[in-house]
């Protein structure tokens, strides 16, 4: 039932209860001989109880749906507030022409949707600030865990091949040098894979141990790592590092940049020299990356392999660029060219 029904149904109830009241005060004022006498005197031609029953009647159907089209008002301006909080809208704390009342739920409204936003935010800022902490802690788990990997490996696997390349070396030195037997190339070719394995196992051992800088500058950094190379692999490593200050963001992503390249650089190069640069010129930061290896082809290699598509983004995050060139049995170049402005800079 709706609100104009059950008001009218309520001023129709209402007006014959004020019927019977005004037809038993007129009784017992005017005393009548029968209740007949009720139907034969008239008012304006009208029989008695028939005038006061219409205007009962009118009088209660008019005020029950002007009293339920006012409510419907009512209720449909609150259900118009709740939908404006429920589709998340900001509500105004006063309304031109609102009633009193209206305008006291409109206030309560507005402090309840107040409060409903505050709590929002706050779950919002809960949840990241809990999803950063689990970041964190999966990130920590992870570095653990290729802390743990690498030790092991370089405990274990990576001193089980040094060992087994100086055994083979051994071995093929003890025979002639003439002899050109299946067995003697058989016994070199194991000692070729061997140290193939080596620099695999050395390059995975790059990739498991911590990337970050951890409160180094880029400089620093960059002299530990070639240091740890050159007593580790037979390759010749040069380097011209000139010392600049940059910002944490773009040093961790050109460290990152290096590690990739220096990887590439054991696993597939055969590379007898390599050499690391980086310097400052014209405004730009630059990281280049040199070998004498093998050579690939940089189009085919793009497209398939993650490693060096990761270094082109971590170049463009930092708003720089990347370039590899490659010749077949001539050698490979990467450089990393990233815009930067110091303090006392000119403007260009």
Same mark, same amino acid.
């Given at each position: ?21 005004? @037809? ?28 006061? @029953?219409?205007?009962?009647?009118? @009088? ?22 709740? &939908? ?47 999803? =950063?902490?689990? *970041?964190?802690?999966?990130?920590? /788990?992870?570095? *653990? ?8 490996? &370089? %405990? ?16 093929? *030195?003890?025979?002639?040098?003439? %002899? ?7 016994? $070199? ?51 011209? /590092? ?9 040093? %961790? &992503? ?13 696993? &597939?190069?055969?590379? !007898? =020299? ?7 010129? !014209? ?29 082109? =983004? ?15 049995? $001539?050698? @490979? ?11 006392? %800079?000119?403007?260009?």
């Amino acid at each position: 039932m709706s609100v104009i029904q059950r008001q009218l149904l309520w001023g129709i109830v209402t007006s014959m209860i004020v019927f019977i009241f005004v @037809t038993i005060s007129f009784v017992l004022v005017f005393p009548v001989a029968s209740w007949y006498d009720l139907w034969s005197r008239e008012l304006m031609d009208i029989p008695f109880i028939l005038f006061v @029953t219409s205007i009962s009647l009118v @009088t209660g159907i008019f005020s029950g749906f002007v009293s339920g089209f006012y409510l419907r008002k009512q209720f449909q301006s609150i259900d118009e507030l709740l &939908h404006e909080v429920e589709e998340g809208r900001n509500i105004e704390k006063k309304s031109n022409g609102a009633s009193e009342d209206m305008q006291s739920i409109r206030q309560r409204v507005v402090r309840i949707q107040k409060q409903m936003n505050e709590q929002a935010m706050l779950a919002q800022r809960l949840a990241n600030e809990m999803a =950063e902490t689990r *970041e964190e802690q999966v990130q920590k /788990i992870i570095s *653990e865990e290729r802390n743990r990997l690498a030790r092991e490996l &370089h %405990d274990s696997v990576s001193q089980q091949l040094f060992a087994a390349s100086m055994m083979m070396s051994a071995i093929n *030195e003890s025979r002639a040098a003439e %002899d050109e037997s299946w067995e003697a190339k058989q016994l $070199k070719l194991v000692e070729s894979m061997i140290q193939q394995s080596q620099l695999e196992m050395r390059a995975l051992l790059l990739h498991l141990r911590p990337i970050a800088l951890k409160g180094k500058s880029l400089q620093e950094g960059i002299e530990e790592l070639l240091d740890e190379l050159s007593q580790k692999v037979a390759m010749k490593i040069k380097r011209k /590092i000139e010392n600049f200050p940059l910002d944490k963001g773009v040093e %961790d &992503h050109l460290f990152r940049i290096l590690q990739e390249s220096v990887s590439n650089t054991l696993r &597939h190069s055969r590379a !007898d =020299e390599l050499e690391v640069l980086l310097i400052r010129r !014209d405004g730009f930061v630059i990281l280049r990356v040199e070998d004498d290896g093998v050579g690939f082809d940089v189009e085919e290699s793009k497209a398939g392999s993650y490693g060096i598509q990761n270094m082109y =983004e971590r170049a463009v995050e930092i708003g720089g660029t990347l370039k590899i060139v490659s010749v077949k049995n $001539k050698g @490979t170049r990467l450089e990393v060219k990233v815009p930067i402005r110091m303090e006392g %800079d000119s403007n260009d």
